[in-house]
């Protein structure tokens, strides 16, 4: 069982950066990729990024590539998500998730996190 929380969130303006934290408890965290996802209102949930177990392999969405950099440190099972430039578009709530495999479908991510909102204003 992996338990994941984020937090960071909060309300900037555009051109501004935010850091996400998603902060885990368990034994196992350390197994598990790490990705990031987010849902607007009235769209889908959308793959942010991931990060391998070692942290060594890092994918990112075309939308974020370049702004946001995600890192980890299995010492303090936690994993972040520095997001730089942002974008009205970038708002959303994000959601940290944990996967045995490094996929890009929420679909093959097994434990979530409750959320955290960014919002960008213009």
């Known amino acids: 069982q992996v338990q994941l929380v984020e937090s960071g969130g909060g309300l900037v303006q555009a051109g501004d950066s935010l850091r996400l934290s998603c902060a885990s408890s368990?034994?196992?965290?350390?197994?598990?990729?790490i990705g990031w996802f987010r849902q607007a209102p009235g769209k889908e949930r959308e793959f942010v990024a991931v990060?391998?177990?070692?942290?060594?392999?890092?994918y990112y969405s075309d939308f974020v590539k370049g702004r946001f950099t995600i890192s980890r440190d299995n010492a303090k099972n936690t994993v972040s998500l520095k997001m730089n430039s942002l974008k009205p578009e970038d708002t959303a709530v994000y959601y940290c998730?944990?996967?045995?495999?490094?996929?890009?479908?929420?679909?093959?991510?097994?434990?979530w996190g409750q959320g955290t909102q960014v919002t960008v204003a213009s």
């Open positions: 998730a944990a996967s045995r495999l490094g996929a890009r479908q929420a679909s093959l991510y097994n434990y």
């Open positions: 368990g034994p196992t965290f350390r197994d598990y990729y």
């Open positions: 990060c391998s177990q070692s942290a060594a392999t890092t």
